[in-house]
């Protein structure tokens, strides 16, 4: 008997991250069983995954498993888990807006659904917040186009634009858009402000924890004390954001702002959790960008940003350029109201085939 089994897959460049994409009816049902064949294709726990195709970096340890939906005004469902390379962990507890990118040209590469001409939009149930995204893909002779002219930063090079719409993301995963009930708390003796709108997330003036918030993001993996200190701020701001014990979650993220240098609206350096994102996410954005229009907010604080038309466009700035959010807000007496975020993301299908891992993982129950 053959000791390896092979799984479909294909692995797609979505946004800033790589990960494996699934069909959920080729893996197994049961969660346990699920995580174990995932860990083996990935090749985790190890620093490197040498032993499977892992790139060894959360950024690029990441899967996403599409199914078809039966929920109505949706057309797949997306589920996204995040594969730890140095601990045998799988992570449900967080939404990936990146590798979300994928899944429209996923869904229509595998047939999950029908192109239309000249763009195919996609709706999309995102299971870990409960939510819908609506992704737009260049499908002009019925197939997925991934040349084009759009530039993200953190990519090389140019591809075809995925316009990518969320609604209702506020709270999605805290429960309220200022989950704590405040708009600034004192955590671990620092002023942060706690925010989910699709991404829980810790904003911290940069300046408080004895950064500048302009660090290359290994010269801040490096600063032991900053790090600690900025994991105690998370542990104890999860609680606050209705979150639990989180010392071995993914969230909240927390991110250190400063003042923006090249034209955007602010500077972020993103913990996710423990090692520093070389961009920012795209819910993190969504939520960062959310935060700078909240009257007395950490945030707006550092970026002096006024609301003046609706759908506002603000550029947050990252390690490695900026990242575009669109936001479609009210103003109201009791605060800000965001019916939707909108931003552009790119994707590119770099394999597809088959990803052999042990039959013992596959029989682990």
Not at 63 to 78: E, F, T
Not at 132 to 158: C, K, L, M, Q
Not at 174 to 194: A, K, M, Q
Not at 230 to 250: F, H, P, Q, W, Y
Request: with cysteine; net charge negative.
């Amino acid at each position: 008997m053959n000791d390896q089994i092979a799984v479909p897959c294909s692995v797609i460049r979505g946004g800033t991250s790589k990960g494996l994409y699934f069909h959920a009816g080729d893996l197994p049902s049961e969660s346990a069983q699920r995580d174990a064949v995932l860990l083996a294709a990935l090749g985790s726990p190890d620093a490197r995954e040498i032993d499977g195709m892992g790139g060894g970096h959360p950024l690029t340890s990441k899967v996403a498993i599409v199914k078809l939906s039966n929920r109505p005004g949706a057309d797949v469902d997306y589920l996204f888990l995040q594969i730890w390379p140095d601990r045998a962990e799988v992570s449900d507890s967080q939404n990936c807006g990146n590798l979300l990118a994928g899944v429209g040209p996923f869904a229509i590469e595998e047939g999950l659904v029908t192109p239309t001409t000249p763009v195919t939009r996609i709706r999309i149930w995102m299971e870990n917040t409960n939510t819908v995204a609506i992704a737009s893909v260049e499908t002009p002779d019925g197939n997925v186009h991934y040349d084009g002219e759009t530039r993200i930063d953190g990519v090389p090079g140019t591809s075809a634009p995925i316009p990518i719409e969320f609604l209702d993301v506020a709270g999605s995963s805290c429960g309220s858009l200022l989950p704590s009930g405040n708009t600034v708390d004192i955590v671990e003796g620092v002023r942060v402000t706690c925010i989910d709108n699709g991404m829980p997330v810790v904003c911290v003036k940069a300046d408080d924890v004895g950064l500048t918030g302009y660090e290359e993001p290994a010269d801040i993996e490096g600063n032991v004390e900053v790090c600690e200190k900025v994991e105690r701020i998370r542990r104890a701001a999860g609680i606050l954001m209705n979150l639990g014990d989180v010392s071995d979650t993914t969230v909240p993220k927390v991110s250190l702002l400063a003042p923006a240098k090249n034209g955007g609206a602010i500077m972020t350096r993103t913990f996710i959790p423990t090692r520093v994102h070389e961009a920012i996410g795209v819910f993190g954005a969504v939520s960062v960008a959310t935060a700078c229009l909240i009257a007395g907010s950490i945030a707006s604080e550092v970026a002096g940003v006024s609301l003046t038309r609706s759908p506002i466009t603000m550029d947050i700035e990252h390690p490695s350029g900026y990242f575009s959010v669109s936001l479609v807000v009210d103003r109201t007496a009791t605060g800000v109201v965001v019916s939707s975020a909108a931003l552009l993301r790119t994707a590119r299908l770099l394999m597809r085939g088959d990803v052999f891992v042990p039959r013992s993982k596959w029989m682990r129950s």
